[in-house]
Structures are given as C-alpha cells and as structure tokens.
C-alpha cells in the first residue's frame, strides 16, 4: 500500500513539474495546478457523468503521459549533468507544450478505439475435465451430504435453500462466470442487456460472478434500474446465481450502501468467506482483501470454510488471483476463478500487468489448483479497452480422468 502511494506522488509530482513548464512563471504553475485540482475533483465526484468523464480521461492520459515524461525528465537530468547548464527556457517550454499535445491527442486516439472495442465483450468457451468419481453412481451413504446446502462460514440468511432430495444426481453442469462489471455513470446499459440475452440463450446451470459490481453506491443503482435487470440476469440460471465481492465493494462499503446485501436481493448467492453446496457442485466464495481490510477484519482459513462434502466437484471463488495461502495442507479445489487483473486493460497496463500477477488472464495453475482468470465483462474507470478483450466465459465442466 505504501509503495502505490508513493509511486503515486511521485507521478503526480513528474506531471506538475512538466505541465507547469508549459507556460512561464505562475501561469505555468497554475496550469499544472489545475490539472492536479481536476483529477481529484474527478475522483470526489466519481458518482456524477462528469466526474466520470474526468476520472476515465486522466487515468489514461496519466498512463501516457508518464511513459512520455519519464524518459524526458532522465534526458533533462544527464544533459543537464552533460553541460553543467539548464536547458534554455524557450526551448524547454516548446517541447513541454508539444509533449503536452502529443500526450493528450495519444489518449483522444485511444478513447477512439478503445471505448467502441470495450462495448464488446467475447464469449470464450472452456471445457474443464473433473475426476470421473464425481460422476459415479452416489453410494447409500452420502444422502446427508449431498443435501447440506450450507456449509462452515455461512450465516443463516445467506442462501435460499434448494429443494430437498434424496440424493445428488451426478451429472455435467455448464457454468457461466463474468467479473469486474464496475456499473458507473459511463457503463454502456446495453451490454448488460446483451448478456442477460446471452446467458438465456445458454441456459446454465450456474451463472457465476466474480467480484467488483460498481463504483457507484447501491442506491444509484437500484435508481437508474440495475435492480431489475440483474434479478432478470441471476432468474436466468438453472440451479442458482452465486457471486462474491471484490475490492471495489471494499470501496462502497459504507453508510447508505451495502453491496454484498444488494447482491442477496438482485438473486445471488452471496458467499463471504463461506461455502455452499447446492446442485451437482460445492462452492466456496473468499472475502476480498480490500474489503477484509475495510472490515478490519483477517480472511477466514481456507480450512475453516472448505466444504464437507467430498463427493462434489468443489470451485473457488476468489476476486484477485493471489492463490492458495502458504499455510493451507488441505484437500485443494478442482477449479478456481478470479478476476481483478482486467488483463492490463490498455496499454501499457497491458503489458505490465504480467510482470504484477502469476496468472494474469486465462487459464493456468497456481499453487496446484487449476484457475482461471477472467479480463472482465467491463472497466475500472475509463470504459477503455486497447490490446486486451472484456470476456464471459461458459465453462463446460465434464468427467475426465484420474
């Protein structure tokens, strides 16, 4: 947390100290002022179309013009060191205007491009191969597991209970998991549409969310009508909607809005550190970092909340792909999901983000757990997407071997 805020300052500090020479003396400096004075009005207005708009602009103009300044500030510091002089003031203010320009019609061109190609998101099919003994006949004791809808961690109003049966019928399921929607002001309402029209068309079994619902408090959300549509979204899954929250949630957490509780009421499962077995599958859903952090609270063990039944294929759900901790020795899961990373985004994040996470998008294994990464059904931010896609994923999960 230190280290980003101190890579913050000192970015913020690089673009005063450039802008500010776009114009001598304290026109310059006011100048640099007030694009400082923007972006963080941007961010105390997030809620509002126009704090949106500043926010989504100068996080990507931020990005570009750092890549530009950087370089510009080590050449002033050598030639400086070079020729034991400043740079003349007439030429350093030239070239800070044109660096000035170039940087903010480089972001115009990638909100060109990125915000038509963000509107879109793939439907990326996966077939995930579970042990064969899931599949197996169930034997004549495992009637009470199969029925244990709640497991360790769960409170009691978490989930509403699915029928009772005599046992489990072992069958393949088809999920859908999508992560990091982020509802804002920017938030193209037709591409939820579109996915509420996908998922009916699939028909899972499950449909699976994986964290950060908006960055705007629940009951704008519930005013601008998401409230309806989401319960249209979860009515569209066979057995049951589950979902766990992200570290944005950790950032709405506050008086007057609750997203794990929004989520309880639009038809999701709710699981918060706590597991659900419900259908052919057991689920176990992680409280984020953030939001853990926000509560003031240590995550669960892993161990505390795994669930009993073993003749279940069990999934993981957990917003950042950090893994399994250190200290855990238990059964491991068949599969796990996560997104966060929203694979970059846009350049150059989308190259950076695979020197910050072990698994940064798709499908790999960390800590001996097959996992899967999703890029996001949206943005963080500015609702730009360059050199990276938003996705859905349909996963088939089938009997294989061993």
């Known amino acids: 947390m230190f280290i980003f805020l101190f890579i913050l300052l000192a970015g913020l500090a690089l673009i005063y100290i450039n802008v500010s020479a776009v114009a001598p003396g304290k026109k310059g400096k006011l100048v640099a002022l007030g694009v400082l ?33 950087i370089p510009w500030g080590i050449f002033r510091v050598v030639r400086r060191i070079v020729r034991r002089a400043p740079m003349e003031a007439g030429m350093l203010m030239r070239v800070s205007r044109g660096l000035l320009a170039f940087t903010v ?64 019928e072992p069958r393949a399921f088809t999920a859908v998991f999508f992560s990091d929607i982020h509802v804002d002001p920017l938030f193209d309402r ?3 549409e579109r996915m509420i029209t996908h998922v009916d068309s699939i028909a899972p079994d499950y449909l ?29 899954a066979k057995i049951a909607a589950v979902a766990i929250n992200g570290n944005h949630e950790g950032m709405q957490e506050r008086p007057g809005s609750d997203p794990d509780s929004w989520m309880r009421k639009v038809g999701f499962v709710m699981l918060d550190d706590s597991s659900a077995c419900i259908g052919p599958a057991c689920f176990t859903g992680r409280t984020d970092f953030q939001v853990a952090r926000h509560r003031d609270i240590d995550r669960l ?40 990373t929203h694979n970059g985004q ?22 001996g757990v097959r996992w899967l990464v999703s890029a996001g059904v949206d943005c963080w931010g500015p609702p730009v997407r360059v050199g990276t896609d938003a996705d859905m994923w349909v996963l088939h999960f089938v009997a294989g071997g061993r």
Not at 126 to 138: C, G, K
Not at 143 to 156: F, L, R
Not at 218 to 223: A, Y
Not at 346 to 364: D, K, T
């Open 208 to 236: 699976l969310f994986g964290g950060d619902l908006a960055d705007v408090p629940t009951p704008k959300l519930d005013e601008w009508g998401y409230d309806s549509l989401f319960k249209t979204l979860t009515s569209k």
């Open 190 to 192: 037709a591409k939820l």
């Open 346 to 367: 846009f350049f150059p994040g989308n190259i950076v983000i695979n020197f910050v996470w072990r698994l940064a998008f798709g499908e790999g294994v960390l800590d």
């Open 301 to 340: 063990p892993l161990a505390t909340i795994a669930p009993r039944d073993t003749t279940r294929p069990w999934i993981l759900l957990d917003h950042q792909p950090k893994g399994i901790e250190p200290e855990y020795s238990g059964r491991l899961p068949d599969y796990a999901l996560s997104g966060h």
């Open 105 to 168: 019609a480089l972001t115009a061109g990638l909100f060109l491009y990125g915000v038509p190609h963000n509107s879109e998101y793939k439907l990326i099919e996966a077939r995930v191969e579970l042990p064969a003994r899931y599949f197996a006949e169930p034997q004549a004791g495992d009637a009470s597991d199969a029925n244990d809808s709640t497991q360790v961690g769960d409170a009691p109003d978490t989930l509403a209970k699915p029928e009772a049966v005599a046992v489990v």
């Open 37 to 69: 004075v923007a972006i963080f009005a941007g961010m105390s207005f997030r809620d509002t179309l126009a704090g949106s708009a500043v926010v989504a602009f100068t996080s990507v103009w931020l990005c570009q013009a750092l890549l530009v300044y």
